[in-house]
């Protein structure tokens, strides 16, 4: 029964992955913001249809992710944030990376596989941060403590029309990881700024709480791994095991 589930998923990827290779080329990307249409790892990174094409959970709420475990709160980074704003003169960042989104406001989901994002965009001006989300993530725990943290809600697909009437003087956005039709959205009042997200750099830098987080989880995957080796060396003799079962058996371990 496992085999033949295993069978569907694998073709319901690879009919994914025909789809996915006829729409990359119906993408027009413009190469002022970085992109280039001749390079497929650029296609592939920065497309947003691509990304939700391997969505694997589109359903699961957000989840916060605890201050104890993060070290700072969410208003402590949007504080930084802004403070590394101010010194380059921007007035907004745009985030669409969803790992920096998800440690800005100390929120975890299960959109990705393997990846505690939530597929979500973020705006953080000097005056106001705005979560773009579909509302079915959004929990009524969820919605409180965003509320605590004064950041307002809005719908995933309400973000193209937002920035089109944005009318802030300048916004941030890194051509690396920002999709064209984004970029394309942004209100041509508004003065883009191409470069770095300051975010990059600012959770770069662990605090003594991640630290601590960090040595606990590669101690117990180290004690998986042990008992998995342990396992391996009394089972391979057996001639019985394959790749895919002994990949199970590390998955059960860990």
């Not at 394309?184 to 003594?208: F, Q």
């Not at 004690?223 to 394959?242: D, I, P, Q, Y």
Request: charged letters at 25%.
């Amino acid at each position: 029964q496992k085999d033949k589930s295993n069978a569907i998923e694998e073709q319901h990827f690879l009919i994914q992955i025909k789809v996915l290779h006829l729409d990359l080329f119906r993408i027009i990307l413009d190469d002022t913001v970085g992109y280039s249409e001749n390079n497929l790892t650029d296609l592939i990174c920065h497309c947003d249809r691509i990304r939700m094409f391997f969505q694997c959970n589109a359903d699961a709420p957000a989840f916060i992710y605890d201050v104890k475990y993060a070290g700072k709160s969410c208003g402590e980074k949007v504080a930084a944030i802004r403070t590394e704003l101010k010194k380059k003169g921007i007035f907004a960042l745009f985030l669409s990376s969803l790992d920096e989104i998800a440690w800005t406001l100390n929120l975890r989901g299960s959109d990705v596989h393997c990846n505690p994002v939530i597929v979500s965009y973020l705006l953080v001006t000097q005056d106001e941060v705005v979560y773009f989300i579909s509302p079915e993530k959004i929990t009524q725990e969820v919605n409180e403590y965003l509320q605590e943290q004064q950041v307002s809600l809005r719908k995933y697909d309400e973000a193209e029309s937002f920035l089109n009437s944005f009318t802030g003087e300048n916004i941030l956005i890194d051509p690396k990881k920002t999709n064209y039709a984004i970029y394309s959205a942004i209100n041509p009042a508004c003065k883009v700024v191409r470069g770095e997200s300051p975010v990059t750099l600012l959770k770069a830098i662990r605090n003594e709480q991640e630290i601590a987080g960090i040595h606990h989880a590669m101690q117990r995957d180290g004690v998986a791994l042990v008992k998995f080796l342990k396992w391996l060396e009394a089972s391979v003799l057996s001639g019985k095991e394959t790749e895919l079962s002994v990949d199970r058996k590390l998955h059960e371990f860990r």
